[in-house]
């Protein structure tokens, strides 16, 4: 099975501080995915990557990067987290099929 | 208009009933289409790929219509462990994006 795990289930952080969240998949996927899922506004995608080191923006990036030095290793960082940005945070990983494997979510809330 | 659209429901049936959701594209040169479980709180999981001729597993049975350029789910005999929101998803040809509905609230009630 394929698995994907995100570093924390729940994280409250301040307004201002730096936030990194990972995500790591054990099925040697190429492509990568962050979305952020908010009540009646559905899935969306803040960055993706399609490789190590190779990263594209993707509907809501403000705010936000990435990293991946690595290719089972996808990190978001919000640079100075706002309350905007509290949210569920969503990682995903997707085999050649196009089938995509979601981690279990981050729920981050900023004060 | 957005490119994948759902009834956001919520549908109410009870045990034992059929249900179906339907699930619009707007890009005729989508290529990949699935369908996703979210259970509340908790992340989405692939429930099926749709394949061109139809697909079946289970009690749950996919179609797709490419000349009305929709996907739809149907659920029969309905258990209490089907409530859920059903996303669709849709992957164009030559993009990179999988696009998601905002998903369909489910609820079954014995």
């Known amino acids: 099975d394929v698995k994907v795990t995100q570093s924390s289930r729940y994280l409250v952080k301040r307004t201002g501080e730096k936030v990194f969240l990972e995500c790591v998949q054990d099925m040697d996927h190429e492509n990568m995915f962050w979305y952020r899922q908010d009540p009646g506004l559905g899935l969306r995608l803040i960055y993706f990557?399609?490789?190590?080191?190779?990263?594209e923006k993707g509907d809501i990036p403000e705010g936000y990067s990435v990293s991946r030095e690595k290719k089972e290793r996808f990190s978001l960082i919000l640079e100075s987290a706002s309350t905007n940005q509290t949210s569920m945070y969503l990682c995903?990983?997707?085999?050649?099929?196009?089938?995509?494997?979601f981690g279990p979510g981050t729920r981050l809330t900023v004060t | 208009r957005k490119e994948v659209e759902q009834d956001p429901g919520p549908f109410n049936v009870p045990e034992g009933a059929t249900v179906a959701f339907n699930c619009t594209y707007s890009n005729s040169a989508s290529q990949s289409f699935f369908w996703y479980r979210q259970d509340c709180r908790k992340e989405p999981k692939l429930l099926m790929s749709v394949y061109s001729s139809g697909n079946e597993d289970g009690r749950f049975t996919a179609q797709l219509n490419r000349a009305s350029q929709y996907i739809s789910l149907l659920i029969r005999d309905s258990k209490l462990s089907d409530s859920a929101t059903y996303l669709c998803a849709v992957k164009n040809t030559g993009g990179f994006k999988t696009i998601f509905g905002a998903g369909t609230r489910l609820f079954v009630k014995a």
């Open positions: 990557s399609y490789d190590v080191k190779m990263k």
């Open positions: 995903a990983s997707r085999d050649t099929s196009y089938e995509q494997y």
